[in-house]
């Protein structure tokens, strides 16, 4: 069975620091896919990061970056220089098989940036 | 290029009445995936298609929800009748094969 655990339910970060959200998986599938999810107050769900179960650089898009750590099943987002508009909810999610779709989300991190 | 549009954004409807949630995809993408979230449960997938053929549906509650694909460009979820326990946002998204899922803004639904 898939499981996202995503331990912070929330954090406090100081405006144009680096934060690390913490996100572990379980699954007995060798190919997998790991996504990072940002959800302001608004509502919508916007995506961040994708890294691939096979990839063997660690994923990076921008100020954003994904420590994917193989061994730990960890793949927590890093963010750095932290912006006001930062802070939301950030969901951590997996989907299981090359060409399986089910993506199981995690609880979510709330994340508050402080000025 | 336009996102996935869905509608309606807020929904306000007493219990027993039928409610029609409706999502258009983006344009060229082969899957479309139906979520809920709720505080209690968070996000949570009901159903997704491939090329508009149901795949797993597993996640649907009840008989009393149904979503359907009859064409590439357009889905909807019905819940008939709708109860109180149903009030959340629901989430459309769509995708290419093995890549991240683009979402909608989601319908916000009250059942009183």
């Known amino acids: 069975a898939q499981k996202i655990t995503q331990t912070q339910p929330g954090m406090f970060v100081q405006e144009k620091e680096a934060v690390t959200l913490d996100c572990t998986y379980d699954t007995s599938d060798p190919s997998y896919g790991l996504f990072w999810y940002k959800q302001p107050s608004s509502g919508e769900m916007i995506f961040l990061i994708y890294q691939g179960s096979y990839d063997q650089q660690n994923a990076t898009e921008g100020r954003y970056s994904l420590n994917f750590q193989k061994a730990r099943k960890s793949a927590n987002l890093v963010i750095s220089a932290s912006q006001l508009g930062d802070s939301a909810m950030y969901f951590c999610?997996?989907?299981?098989?090359?060409?399986?779709?089910?993506?199981?989300f995690g609880a979510g991190t709330r994340l508050f940036v402080k000025a | 290029d336009a996102g996935v549009i869905q509608s309606p954004r807020h929904e306000v409807t007493e219990m027993g009445q039928e409610v029609t949630l409706r999502c258009k995809p983006i344009s060229g993408h082969d899957y479309l995936f139906w979520y809920r979230q709720t505080m209690m449960r968070g996000l949570e997938l009901l159903i997704y298609f491939n090329n508009n053929v149901p795949i797993d549906d597993s996640g649907m509650p009840e008989d009393r929800f149904s979503a359907k694909m009859p064409n590439a460009s357009f889905s909807t979820l019905k819940i008939q009748p709708s109860e109180p326990r149903d009030s959340a946002v629901y989430f459309c998204?769509?995708?290419?094969?093995?890549?991240?899922?683009?979402f909608g803004d989601g319908t916000r639904l009250s059942i009183l």
């Open positions: 999610a997996m989907r299981e098989g090359r060409w399986g779709f089910k993506t199981i």
């Open positions: 998204a769509s995708s290419y094969p093995d890549q991240p899922q683009h």
